[in-house]
C-alpha cells in the first residue's frame, strides 16, 4: 500500500497546469484586446512583456523559444 498516490498527485498537477495556462492565455487575450489599463488582465499583459524583454532585445525569437519549450514538454 502506498502512502502517497502518485498517479493522483500526477493527475491533479498535470489538471492544475491545464487550467492555469489557459487562464495566462485567456488574460494574455483580454489584455491585448482592451490594452494595459484593464484592471486585473492588463498587468499580465505588462508582466508578460517585461519578461520578453529580460530574455532580450528580440522578444519574438524568446516567444518562439518559448513556444519550443513548452511543446517539448507537452510530449
Given amino acids: 500500500m502506498e502512502i502517497f498516490k502518485f498517479k ?7 489538471k492544475s497546469t491545464e487550467v492555469l495556462g489557459l487562464f495566462i ?17 492588463g498587468n499580465v499583459l505588462s508582466n508578460f512583456s517585461e519578461v520578453m524583454n529580460l530574455f532580450g532585445e528580440n522578444g519574438l525569437l524568446a516567444l518562439a523559444s518559448l513556444i519550443i519549450i513548452f511543446a517539448i514538454l507537452k510530449k
Wanted: aromatic content about 16%.
Fill in 8 to 14: 493522483k498527485i500526477r493527475k491533479f498537477l498535470y
Fill in 25 to 41: 492565455a485567456i488574460s494574455l487575450l483580454i489584455g491585448l484586446i482592451f490594452g494595459p489599463e484593464t484592471p486585473v488582465f
